[in-house]
């Protein structure tokens, strides 16, 4: 019996092993792969160590390989949990060690992003509020443009910044669990300077209302169209420009950031949050948008299973 978990590469035989933590706002479910590496059938039984751990099946024959979802039925929990799924066949035993994370959103804003599994992921188009500072321009969303959602953009598109707090800019509330660093990952397109004298492409951000802190994505040498300069050719690649800047020390509870226009040629399409102590898992889009309280989330796990 070979047993291996959704978001792990590792098979297992048998020990045990560590299942994704589950949230509360999040509904996760998950699968579980059951594979035979010999040539015979056998049967497995599963059980579980709680009524809140809930699975598609508990019992079955593998001939190649079998799956079975996993889901928490949160109605049953007040509090964190933690609890034990059992897999045996074929003479082998594994555990799978299940984690429940239960959030309180109570009490927090429409359009909160909340903290999940070390991130804080957010469409550009999500934001909770947008200003057009003391200025006739505005940010705008460009609908199906970028490479999830959609993008955010200021118009009219002749007009720059003075990297102040009376330019134009857009808002977004997320709340993180913790107290410590953040850093924050900021998705643009991959455009280029639209003047030759001034090569610069800049956005300025705020959080909490603090002093404004200017970023340039691109260097005062970038020169788009050839391979030799790296900023412009993995833009291309990647059909994508990531800028990574650190917001400093965050106390746990909500925050809000707003990110003001300079230049008028930047394309925002995510930012993304987490602690400076981690690494984000390396993918290509990136991780999904984050929970924001309001979002309908169901579960629709046993469905799923049975319809395959």
């Known amino acids: 019996m070979l047993v291996s978990v959704q978001g792990e590469s590792k098979v297992h035989e048998s020990g045990s092993i560590d299942l994704q933590e589950f949230t509360s706002i999040n509904k996760e479910h998950y699968y579980i792969d059951i594979a035979n590496a010999g040539k015979n059938p056998f049967n497995y039984e599963i059980t579980t160590s709680a009524d809140w751990i809930k699975v598609t099946d508990t019992n079955g024959t ?171 050719s993995n833009g291309v690649r990647d059909n994508i420009r990531t800028i990574t800047e650190s917001l400093g020390n965050l106390s746990e509870g909500v925050h809000t950031i707003k990110i003001y226009a300079v230049d008028p040629a930047i394309v925002l399409e995510k930012l993304i949050m987490y602690p400076s102590s981690k690494t984000l898992k390396k993918s290509y889009l990136g991780p999904e948008e984050s929970y924001f309280v309001g979002k309908n989330v169901q579960s629709e796990l046993i469905a799923d299973i049975h319809e395959q």
Do not use: C
């Open 62 to 232: 593998v001939n190649t390989q079998d799956t079975v979802g996993v889901e928490v039925d949160f109605d049953s929990l007040s509090d964190d949990a933690t609890g034990t799924l059992t897999i045996k066949g074929n003479s082998q035993t594994v555990t799978v060690n299940i984690k429940a994370n239960v959030i309180d959103v109570s009490g927090m804003d429409n359009m909160t992003y909340v903290e999940a599994h070390d991130y804080v992921s957010i469409e550009a188009s999500h934001y909770s509020e947008k200003n057009a500072g003391g200025t006739n321009a505005e940010w705008k969303e460009i609908n199906n443009y970028g490479r999830t959602l959609s993008s955010m953009k200021v118009f009219p598109t002749t007009t720059s910044f003075d990297g102040s707090d009376s330019a134009p800019y857009v808002e977004y509330k997320f709340y993180v669990d913790s107290s410590e660093k953040y850093s924050m990952q900021t998705q643009i397109a991959p455009s280029n300077n639209v003047d030759w004298n001034n090569v610069t492409m800049r956005f300025a951000y705020s959080v909490d209302n603090a002093p404004l802190k200017e970023v340039d994505t691109i260097t005062s040498k970038y020169i788009a169209g050839t391979w030799r300069d790296s900023t412009w």
